[in-house]
């Protein structure tokens, strides 16, 4: 069974730029969970979706939105980029909602903002 | 806010013992968690310890959870060079109809061979 893929891996972009990065879940799973990962900021929860809707958020402003399709496939944009946005950004999947404790992550998607 | 704070780094000897330990703030975490990063990689959960348990053992790992402290530990028993990586503890909690997620500051595992 494929783990959890993120696509691309790697990412230039200049501020106020927007971005758009995939993740396709392990299949079967039903939700996908984002996380921005940053050296002053350490590892922080951005939202989950289940059922292509939004089921937990964490505290970001709005320019980090995502949505999840039939598929189960998700997407993340962050508009009008700043340069603290550069981070690493994690998906993780599981079958259901709420289940941190059955996470499978993919190996991230490394953003830089110029 | 809730914090998870641990240790920057530890240093051991292979085939001793490590214990890797987080202390948090929320007094409503439902679940307690420990990850795995090894460079350049994603996240591993390794194992996990509801907030209403004491202790949970999976192979290697023990996880201790002290609730009136707010202390987490996790016990990695005959250490390995594999087992070099980033530790993360974290924990979920209910907020206002939200599960919200706070992972600690991360702990570098050294272990000299």
Redo the contacts between chains.
């Keep these: 069974k494929a783990g ?1 893929t993120q696509t691309p891996r790697y990412l230039i972009k200049t501020r106020g730029q927007q971005v758009t990065l995939s993740c396709s879940p392990i299949s079967g799973h039903r939700s996908v969970s984002w ?1 921005q990962q940053t050296p002053g900021q ?4 951005l939202f ?1 979706y289940f059922s292509e809707t939004q089921r ?3 505290n970001f402003p709005g320019r980090f939105s995502g949505r999840q399709f039939s598929n189960s496939r998700s997407e993340m944009n962050v508009s009008t980029l700043e340069l603290g946005d550069s981070a690493l950004y ?1 998906c ?1 999947s599981s079958l259901e909602q ?1 289940s ?9 998607t490394r953003l830089t903002v110029l | 806010g809730e914090d998870v704070e641990q240790s920057l780094f530890l240093s051991v000897r292979e085939g001793d013992s490590s214990v890797i330990n987080c202390t948090y703030t929320d007094s409503s975490s439902t ?1 307690l ?1 420990w990850y795995k990063q090894e460079p350049g ?5 390794l194992t ?1 310890i509801f907030s209403n348990m004491d202790m949970k053992q999976d192979q290697r790992l023990t996880v201790l959870l002290n609730k009136k402290d707010k202390h987490l530990s996790l016990r990695i028993a005959d250490t390995q060079t594999g087992d070099s990586a980033i530790y ?1 503890c ?1 924990e ?1 909690s209910n907020s206002g109809g ?9 702990t570098k595992l050294q272990v000299i061979p």
């Design positions: 959890v996380y350490g590892l922080q929860f989950e937990n958020k964490g994690l993780a709420y941190y404790n059955e996470q499978f992550f993919g190996p991230g | 679940y968690y990689a994603g996240l591993q959960l996990y993360f974290a979920t939200y599960q919200k997620v706070t992972f600690g500051t991360g």
